[in-house]
């Protein structure tokens, strides 16, 4: 479904039934608008071809029970999708100008290049979680569930959490040593012997945050700054090594605590 020039692809807000492998877009920069998407087994849908085109979905689900479908993000324009989830195999941002997603439900979710942030709103869940060493800013901001040992490869800033309330599990441990500078909030926890690996680099603690959980892997933090008066726990009792750069509050605020378990 195509459209040229600057004409839009606007199907409304309403359900939207995906019968086989379709592509939404064409050569214009209109935007596209499309409402509650379910695709059927085993098909994909492709939003956007590369160019400037504006997108918003409603929700985009597959079909319970049987094969996965898959989504894939295509624009130079930003993207703005509500929640994606349900027999979703592999969601693919190959570019955009911005993306913000309200939760994810993936079994693979791939963020190869974006101008600006990709952002993720509600939780985000997959079993692999693939990033590409490029300039995007990556916030996951109501934390979720990644299995696999990630390796966040972004080179702008990085975001693990904005409250004190989310948990972020990254099963396989996680790596995150290229980010410019680093955010975190809330709970970021490891199993087994996966590491949490946050690097050398600028950390500002935004709100409470505990960084441990079950895994017995190391934990590697930079300089943390803890703006205003959150506190930060790192270790939750069990036998993870802690690697750490300066610890700092904000001057002429309330007073941090810091706590080694």
Known sequence: ISAAGTGVIDLGTGAIAVTDDAIVGGAS???ITLGAVT???DKSLTVG???ATGIT???IAGTAGAGTSDVTFNTTGTVLADAIGTDIGTLTVTQS???TFSGVDATTVTLTETAGSIVFNGALTADTLNTAVQGYNLAIN???TITNAATLSNTGTLTLGDTSADTLTFTGGVTATSASSNNIAGTISAAGTGVIDLGTGAIAVTDD???GGASTGDITLGALTLIYDPSITVGTGD???FSKGTIAGTQGAGTSDVTSN
Request: hydrophobic residues 40%; without cysteine; charged residues 10%.
């Open 49 to 51: 071809t590369g160019v």
């Open 239 to 241: 036998a993870a090594v």
């Open 209 to 211: 945050a505990i960084v």
């Open 97 to 99: 100008g911005g993306s």
């Open 39 to 41: 695709l059927a087994d």
């Open 142 to 144: 109501a934390g979720g």
């Open 57 to 59: 979905t409603g929700t």
């Open 29 to 31: 920069t209109g935007d």
